[in-house]
């Protein structure tokens, strides 16, 4: 039995990127590393035949302890300075959060397990300047709150790496 499932799945591994191609369907392209900058790290892949380069980085600190919880800055040809916040977890419907960078209070809203800047031109502003960044938000279910801290220590090169290998469409 174990024989026939192996031989199955590995059937299924070889036909499906075969039939893809068959299709024409484009293959995304995996993630292509354009460096580490001290606890940011940049990266560039493709989507639908266009690059979306981003910086991210790891919570330092998370309260209630958890894994996954990371701060991102995307950008698309279409948009840029996108900031989004993943909890580890499913905020409740309409939670509000908010990320403090020294005096600078950054407000989010949410969607799922993320939060998005509502503006992402002053959080990116802010997170020049900044040491660290704290999002406080509603734990999952609700109860109490979530207080996560981000090293903004390197953000600034991983934003320019990102930036240059994803320059803003001219105008």
């Given at each position: 039995?174990?024989r026939?499932?192996l031989?199955t799945a590995l059937a299924?591994l070889?036909t499906?990127?075969?039939l893809a191609?068959?299709?024409?369907?484009a293959?995304?392209?995996?993630?292509r590393?354009l460096g580490?900058?001290?606890?940011?790290?940049?990266?560039?892949?493709?989507?639908?035949?266009q690059?979306?380069c981003?910086?991210f980085t790891?919570?330092s600190?998370?309260?209630?302890q958890?894994?996954?919880?990371?701060l991102?800055?995307?950008h698309?040809?279409?948009?840029?300075d996108q900031?989004?916040?993943?909890?580890?977890?499913?905020?409740?419907?309409?939670?509000?959060?908010?990320v403090?960078?020294?005096n600078?209070?950054?407000?989010?809203?949410?969607?799922?397990n993320?939060?998005?800047?509502?503006?992402?031109r002053?959080?990116v502003?802010?997170?020049?300047?900044?040491?660290?960044a704290?999002?406080?938000?509603?734990?999952?279910g609700?109860?109490?709150?979530?207080t996560?801290?981000?090293s903004?220590?390197g953000f600034s090169a991983?934003?320019?790496?990102?930036s240059q290998?994803?320059p803003a469409?001219?105008?």
């Open positions: 039995m174990r026939v499932l031989l299924a070889v499906v990127p075969a191609q068959q299709r024409g369907g293959q995304p392209a995996g993630p590393k580490d900058f001290s606890d940011w790290t940049a990266a560039v892949h493709t989507e639908n035949g690059k979306v981003y910086a790891r919570a600190r998370t309260d209630p958890r894994e996954g919880v990371i991102t800055v995307t698309r040809a279409s948009s840029r900031v989004a916040l993943s909890a580890g977890y499913a905020y409740p419907r309409n939670a509000a959060v908010t403090a960078v020294g600078n209070q950054l407000a989010f809203y949410t969607a799922n993320s939060a998005f800047a509502r503006d992402g002053a959080a502003q802010a997170f020049r300047g900044g040491a660290n704290v999002a406080r938000g509603p734990r999952a609700g109860r109490g709150t979530a996560d801290t981000f903004l220590s991983a934003y320019d790496a990102i290998e994803c469409a001219r105008r």
